[in-house]
């Protein structure tokens, strides 16, 4: 195995995951649609509830935060109901991906359809993960806008903690074919071996995504610049464009990993399109620490 020194050398072989999962999903561009139905499906749904908010309230559109808390009480239900809807809409084509790339870790061939059927085969689970985690989710937030400072850093740290844990609550529900419950128990389980590897792969691909969003912002710029209409529309569609595609491959990459994490995490075994040296450099054994100890109790 290729000798890497601790510290930077994780850091650098999570960079080479990184490098692998995109040469996974090179292999099935199609399951780029799969990000992408699932921010159609959040804009129609969105648009659907809100809709709903304003035939409730007779169309009004509060200016301010009075006229919002005097709106009905079938508002808040609705807007509880959208962040639910729109939780499972999240969970299901994270599934699918999840999915498909445990399809393509195992020597299969997926496509968009496999992959939704996949999705589809654990609707149940996945429906009631959505709604546990769009619960979770509302209720963290309520408590941070109501706390002082510190109170918004412990909430925010707690909610950390719960996206740590639960992070391969879906690679388990797909793949093991498990209920909930025992998904959120194999999860944290597996997080015990994984908290460092879970940090410092999805930091990877998120770091990747904003170079390569920053990267595009002189080229945004110079249209913008000119003041001229035609180009300033052009630079900010441009713009928008390469943000949405970035944001759909970075989706995407995030969920091969989370699948490959899963696989080497339950099995020991390097999932096909990984290199040995490196999968093995970046998940080299290691005790818990105090840090993953106390967030996995």
């Known amino acids: 195995m290729r000798p890497y020194p601790e510290g930077m050398g994780r850091i650098r072989a999570s ?11 090179r292999q099935d561009k199609e399951l780029l649609w799969l990000p992408v139905c699932s921010f159609i499906a959040t804009l129609i749904t969105m648009g659907v509830f809100v809709g709903g908010m304003f035939a409730v309230n007779a169309g009004e559109l509060p200016s301010t935060t009075s006229e919002v808390s005097s709106w009905s009480p079938i508002t808040y239900v609705i807007g509880f109901a959208m962040w639910v809807v729109l ?17 393509r870790m195992t020597g299969g061939n997926p496509t968009f359809e496999s992959a939704i059927a996949g999705a589809m085969a654990h609707i149940g689970p996945i429906i009631v993960w959505g709604l546990i985690s769009a619960t979770v989710s509302q209720i963290l937030r309520s408590i941070q806008e109501r706390a002082g400072l510190l109170g918004r850093i412990v909430v ?27 998904a959120l128990t194999r999860s944290k389980d ?13 930091a990877t691909i998120s770091i990747a995504a904003f170079l ?4 595009a912002t002189p080229v945004v710029g110079l249209f913008v610049i000119t003041g001229i209409t035609p ?14 595609g970035v944001g759909t491959v970075s989706t995407a990459m995030s969920g091969i990993f989370q699948t490959a994490l ?26 818990a620490g105090k840090v993953a100890g106390f967030l996995s109790r």
């Open 262 to 287: 899963y696989r080497y995490a339950s099995t020991g075994q390097i999932p096909a399109g990984y290199q040995p040296d490196v999968f093995e450099a970046a998940f080299r054994p290691k005790p």
């Open 15 to 25: 960079f080479e995951i990184m490098k692998s999962s995109w040469g996974v999903l």
């Open 212 to 215: 390569l969003i920053l990267a």
């Open 190 to 202: 597996l997080f015990k071996r994984t908290w460092g590897e879970q940090v410092v792969g999805n």
């Open 156 to 182: 925010g740290l707690i909610g950390m903690a719960w996206a740590l844990v639960t992070f391969l609550v879906i690679p388990i529900l797909v793949i093991e074919g498990v209920g909930v419950k025992e």
């Open 231 to 244: 180009l300033v529309i052009t630079g900010i569609a441009l713009g928008v464009l390469w943000i949405a």
């Open 87 to 103: 939780a499972i809409i999240t969970v299901f084509f994270n599934a699918a991906m999840v999915s498909a790339a445990n399809e």
